[in-house]
């Protein structure tokens, strides 16, 4: 059979649209993303902190130093004061009297005489803000007697005191005068040996009593008060005194019975404010500091010989600092107390000393602690349940994930141990799963505390896929943190130096082996 | 985007007249795209125009000319390099109505498609309107066209799949330097002269001609990355992620589109275009000259040899431009550090520079071509056979073109006059590699007709096939 040329077009298009046919297309029509895992791993966190950055300084928490080997934290409280008048000590309220005194019945004749001030003082001027004199006359005489009493002494409006007295025959009278507001001046012409008496000068008179006639007299002195005076006051307790104030250290009062203190120092300022330029001198008796915590607990602040009480005399200003060397300050402020007392015995003018004393006087007490960082501390929560809310995860799908790590890297420069429990709770703080990371202290010099280089310590959370999913239904993270110096208990303690330029690199990375889904992405 | 769409949408639908060869691997003519593009030594009339202007005399008519009607002349080239029908339904689809789980071994397989960079690519060239008057050989032919090219490639680093398939281990480099994109939206108006010229070779050549293009051009879109070597990720220690970036982003836009550049050195000069509405005519964003310049030579026995320079010249783009650099070592080892992450975004980013100009070299091409034809007698083989060869070379890696030298081959055969020409060739080489065209030819007089794929592979094994390629057009011929 002859091939028709003229229809191999025909018959090459026909091949070539068997090829076609014969080749049909599977066309999808059904597309859809596969799924597959694949670990992603991502870097979190890089970074270096400083105690510095940490602990901001604040109120009762500074920084002494500038350089990285000197510079150190100072617990510093507030300054607490005390003060003490000493108005008792110009109360002469004890009485003194003269009595059974004989005064002639004689025209310009008069009799002297002498009333003391009450517990021996000696006053060269004075000015009474209370106080009263009595007097009493007997007349046996059958007629009535005019008696004029002058006190050369006090001066009460700017004229001498004088007080009249008449006294009916065969009679008594009797007169109490107020002395609020007089001055007291010693008379030039009193001798040495009257001059703790007030002087009275006392003349009677009548209209026709025989010479020899005379009256009988009695004077009486009572709750004599100085606002000033000037002159000899016998030595005079103040009574004990007591005050108490809180000790606030802020967060730092959490540590009390954990944290054991190498160094601290209780500055004790005491000035004895008066107007006056010749002040008496003071004597502290038995200072007691005790600290109270709210349980009730108490402990006193002794000197080196183990005395709780404290003595000292002022005359001016006193500056006491108890140390560790000459006390038991650091036991004391490791006590954290949150109250100190503070009682004293205040006795004025000890030494027996003539001077100046006011109703503006007192007496004192400046006192504040402090502590440097440098410290043994056991076992300590420092925080708990703080709640980080994590809610916003939706969008990672975290439970697509089949498993997932977190690996903490941490170079610890702070010689402090520290644990970390994170609880992750749902919306209801149910519990779901938790974890705990813990992180070894920094090298450290056991003479002297100090760091000598940094600890690295690598904690890795590794989540399965049903912690993951749990993590996907976690609203927070509760976390609690407690630290820990090495060797805290033992005796001694060892103590390490926590400073500011401490450091501590936190290197955090973490992966996940993800199921992807894209229809979960819609 | 929207702007692009429907522009694009109303360039095709109303007035798309599609046959022009541009750059080295650009879309062509479906007779020459039918013939593996091989077009360089037996294009004729205005299909000369863009390849070789010498050829423009090569025409069997006094007058011809392409209009929309009565078919509307389309080629349309896209597909991937990486990825086949088979692929997409072996990874896409389903297995029991549900997505398939990759395995270790489908993880593999897949991240190798993507071995040197998966190319997506997409040519579309058309032609407003072209023109041809013939006149006696001593004055010689003119030709004027009216011509856009649409061209876009994006090469896929093979990283990113590895990434997104294998994650970001620790110790583990991720070059980009793979990753490339090209697009741009040019139009040239051009103006052709070509003339035989006698007397040289006499002895030799049967007919020796000459012909020049001179070509107006305007840019309406372009974008593409000059530089995209050194640019790498890095996976260390603690998961610590290093970026290395270095690459440089060219870009504009005609006002159409309605682009808003942020300038991250002067916040000052931000682009504030104008919304405007999708023209076949918008206004340019650069402009440029164009030189094509040939020679065609018939032997005698019926050869033929071509020699053509196409595209010589520039465009100089000036209109909401933007020059896009990053350069530099990012190192990430903190994400929940603010600054960390404020400068992966701004060097990701990089730093864009706009209202400058920039100029870009046209898709040079170097294009020689031979052909041959065959009379067959009656009882041996019927019809006439052409047989022709084409060897193009780009000078640069324009969209459209490329540095990789493409050899094509292709044959033409027709029974008889008036029985349709059936047309077959094969393509080597240049940026997309084999391919094997197919297509018919209808001479009915004064007008023709081509259809053509060029890839017939992918009519022939569609589920293995990774391009799609189509080309019809017509001519009046008078």
Known sequence: MNFNYRNFPIVLVSILLSLWIGGCIDLPTNLKVPQWDVDLNVPLVNRSYTLNDIIKEQKYISIQGTSSADSIYVLQSDTYSQSADVSNFIQLNATSSSTGNIIPVVNSVSATIYLPIPKGAILDNAIFKSGFLSLYAANPNPEVVDILIAFPGIIQNGSELKISMTVPASGQDSVQTPLAGCTYLLPANQTTQNQGYIQLVISGSSISLPLGSFVTMSIYSSNFSFSSATGYLPEQSLGVKSQQFSLNLGDAQNYGNKASLKYAELDMDVKYYSPASNPFGILVDSLNIIGVRNDGSQLALKDSTGSSNITFTINGTKHLSFTQDNSNITSFISFLPSTILLSADYIMNPSNSTGTVTNQDSVVFSTNFSTSSILALQKTLITDTTSINITNQDSLKIQDARSAYINVNVQNGIPLNAWLTINFVDGGYNHLFSDSLSFLAANINTATGEVTSAFTTNNVIQLDSAQAAKLAGAHYAIVSINVQTNDASSSPAQYVAIRPNDSIQVTVYGGVNYHVNTNDLK | ?478
């Open chain 2, 1 to 478: 985007m929207k702007n692009l769409i429907i522009t694009l949408s109303v360039s095709i639908v109303f007035c798309v007249n599609i046959f022009a060869q541009y750059g080295s691997e650009g879309s062509t003519d479906a007779r020459s795209m039918s013939l593996g593009k091989t077009s360089n030594a037996i294009s004729q009339g205005v299909y000369s125009i863009g390849i070789n202007p010498a050829n423009l005399i090569n025409s069997n008519s006094d007058v011809d000319f392409s209009t929309v009607l009565p078919l509307p002349h389309l080629s349309v080239t896209a597909g991937t390099n990486f990825m086949t029908i088979n692929d997409i339904n072996y990874y896409f689809g389903t297995v029991n109505g549900q997505p398939r789980y990759l395995t270790d071994n489908d993880k593999q397989n897949l991240n190798s498609l993507f071995s040197g960079g998966g190319l997506i690519f997409s040519n579309m060239s058309f032609t407003l309107f072209s023109f041809g008057l013939h006149l006696d050989p001593s004055i010689g032919s003119f030709g004027f066209s009216i011509n856009d090219f649409i061209e876009g490639d994006l090469t896929v680093p093979q990283a990113l799949s590895t990434l997104a398939l294998y994650g970001n281990p620790q110790n583990s480099t991720y070059s980009f330097d793979d990753s490339k994109f090209n697009a741009w939206w040019i139009r040239n108006y051009s103006l052709t002269y070509s003339r035989e010229i006698k007397g040289v070779l006499d002895q030799y050549l049967e007919k020796l001609s000459a012909g020049v293009s001179i070509k107006y051009y305007q840019g309406f879109a372009y974008a593409q990355s000059v530089q995209t070597n050194g640019n790498y990720i890095q996976t260390g220690a603690n998961n610590q992620i290093t970026l290395h970036s270095n690459y440089v982003i060219q870009s504009a836009f005609s006002n159409m589109f309605n682009v808003k550049y942020k300038d991250t050195t002067n916040t000052s000069s931000d682009s504030n275009n104008t919304n405007s509405k999708g023209t076949p005519f918008p206004s340019p964003a650069g402009t440029g000259l164009g030189f094509d310049v040939g020679f065609s030579a018939s032997l005698f026995n019926d050869w033929t040899v071509s020699l053509a320079i196409t595209d010589i010249g520039s465009i100089t783009w000036n209109q909401n431009t933007a020059v896009t650099t990053a350069s530099g070592q990012y190192t990430v080892s903190d994400l929940t550090s603010q600054a960390q992450r404020d400068s992966i975004k701004y060097n990701f980013k990089g730093n864009s520079v706009t209202g400058g100009s920039f100029t870009t070299d046209l898709p040079t091409t170097l294009r020689i071509g031979a052909a041959h034809k065959f009379n067959f007698n009656e009882g041996s083989f019927p019809g006439t056979l052409l047989v022709a060869m084409d060897i193009n070379q780009g000078f640069n890696d324009e969209p459209g073109n490329s540095t990789k030298t493409r050899v094509s081959i292709g044959g033409e055969w027709q029974l008889a006059h008036g029985v349709p020409y059936i047309r077959t060739g094969f393509s080597f080489g240049g940026l997309l590699g084999f391919h094997w065209g197919f297509g018919l030819g209808i001479d009915a007089g004064s007008l023709e007709f081509n259809l053509a794929t060029m890839d017939m592979q992918s009519f022939a094994a569609p589920n293995s096939a990774k391009y799609l390629s189509v080309a019809l057009d017509s001519r009046w011929m008078f």
